[in-house]
């Protein structure tokens, strides 16, 4: 992982802690008792799109109503855990810049965790190049992806 530093009083923080902290404050929007996840999609230091995990608009919360949790196999054969009612904070940043129509191919994205495979292969191809993150989240899941993208995944040390 790449050190972020903390500033000092009277100092500006780096780009990568300023992006990095909003993370975690759009993280706290999060409706899932799991884990709350934010992520920013950023370009030229620009933040285009946001999101958090949590359920679709209109439909009940985790938070409200209990996480709707299954399980299913890896092929390696551990057992993963999902909540069909939750959408992950990657794919509600990707759907809001559809939403407002802005591109974000080549664009960053900073994640308070790593993204999980599904989310990695969905910004491998919206066009994503690198992905910045706080916390690592099972890793060894994405060796291949890493090895055949050409997708730079960087960990950073949150500030403070």
């Known amino acids: 992982m790449s050190e972020v530093g903390n500033a000092e009083p009277g100092e500006r923080p780096t780009w990568d802690e300023y992006f990095l902290t909003i993370t975690r ?3 706290e929007r999060s409706t899932c008792v799991r884990a709350k996840v934010g992520a920013v999609i950023v370009r030229d230091r620009s933040i285009l799109a946001t999101g ?3 359920a679709p608009a209109g439909m009940p919360h985790c938070l409200d109503v209990g996480c709707l949790v299954y399980e ?3 092929p390696d054969g551990n057992i993963e855990e999902n909540c069909f009612r939750t959408i992950h904070a990657e794919i509600n940043a990707i759907a809001q810049a559809a ?3 802005t591109r974000i191919d080549g664009a960053d994205i900073y994640v308070t965790h ?7 292969k969905t910004l491998v191809n919206t066009g994503i190049k690198r992905m910045f993150y ?3 989240y099972k890793m060894e899941t994405l060796d291949e992806l890493l090895r055949n993208t ?3 995944l960087i960990g950073l040390v ?3």
Do not use: D, L, M, W
């Open 114 to 120: 790593t993204p999980c495979i599904h989310c990695f």
């Open 52 to 54: 958090y995990n949590g």
């Open 158 to 160: 949150p500030p403070g």
């Open 99 to 101: 939403r407002n129509g």
């Open 25 to 27: 404050q759009v993280a």
């Open 150 to 152: 050409g997708v730079e």
């Open 134 to 136: 706080a916390k690592p």
């Open 72 to 74: 299913s196999k890896t």
